[in-house]
């Protein structure tokens, strides 16, 4: 036998044992994190990636409701990736995600324009349970594009990651869709978000005395409303560069300060000093982020949450969050 040749027999040896053994740390607690799809991590650019768009999800009194589909043209099985859009959604997020191994649909809107633009309500009024549409469309036509719908990850950011939250977190009514959801997701990714409802845009509904801006917001912090999946594994990100949706707070909070409209609504004062939310004196997306880690990890869910050097944008980071916490396909 030949040098070489011997040298090749010994390699692919010791692999063999490597894999049979482990990497030998046998003392290290294993990750209750899943690891990342089996799907390839990156199809490349060169990936063909098949698009649709202008799909209908929903028809109903508001009007006609559409979504956008991208998936390789490479036989799956996929994992699912819905993504519900803020008031304007990403153009390039179907693709950037389909390149990396998945089946996306992403939703044109879920929200009246009128909505958006004259009350910043549609959150706290019942509109998003619009967002489970898009969902249950996605699931129903996943096998349609080589998806598996069992994995499903719901991703938002900004004004979607809440209407995703809602979604993921088994809280939407799903009653005014075509087909019900047909299996809890599996993932959840909502980024840059206000949980709290913080800015003060929303202080009139939280002071009317409705009922449904005070349910939203217990829904949303509130595990005991939640109906999950057991797998359930949720990724939450915040941007290090935001855009000025912060909002000033005294250590500690005074007695009129607006947050105690939001803790009438669900307790949240005492959880928000726990993570340091007040020691700044403001609230921004992080403090969000960090509540709900407190309450998500309260419920056993495995959670990650990160703070990106980045804009109030997707990108690559938030699309490796996105991987990291899709558990892996069949």
Known sequence: MS??????????????????CGDGDDDAAPSTMPQPSSAPANLGDDAEI?????????TDDEGTWTLDVAYPAEEGPWPLIVVVPPQIPSTRVTTD???????????????????WTTDPNPHLYGEMNRAACIVSWAQAHA?????????????????????????????????????????????????????????????PAFASGDPEPRETLDGLLNPQRWNVSPELRVGLWSAANPIGETRSIQNPPATDSWIWLRD????????????????????????????MEQRTKSAGMDVRNEVYDIGHAYTDEVYDLIFSVQPAGS
Not at 97 to 115: C, F, K, P, S
């Open 50 to 58: 098949i698009e649709e768009s202008d799909l209908v999800y929903l």
């Open 97 to 115: 995600l389909a390149e990396r191994g998945a089946v996306v649909v992403q939703g044109d809107a879920w929200a009246t324009t009128a909505a």
């Open 143 to 203: 096998t349609d594009y080589g998806a598996d719908p069992q994995i499903t990850t719901v991703a938002g950011y900004s004004g979607g990651a809440m209407a995703a939250t809602w979604v993921g977190l088994g809280l939407a009514d799903d009653s005014g869709c075509d087909e019900p959801i047909a299996a809890l997701p599996v993932a959840l990714v909502p980024g840059e978000s206000q949980f709290l409802f913080h800015h003060e845009r929303w202080d």
């Open 264 to 291: 009438a609504a669900t307790p949240v004062v005492d959880d928000l000093a726990a993570v340091g939310a007040f020691d700044d004196e403001r609230i921004d997306w992080h403090d969000n982020a960090l509540l």
């Open 3 to 20: 040098d070489r040749a011997l040298a090749l027999v010994m390699t692919l040896f010791l692999g063999l044992a490597m894999t049979a």
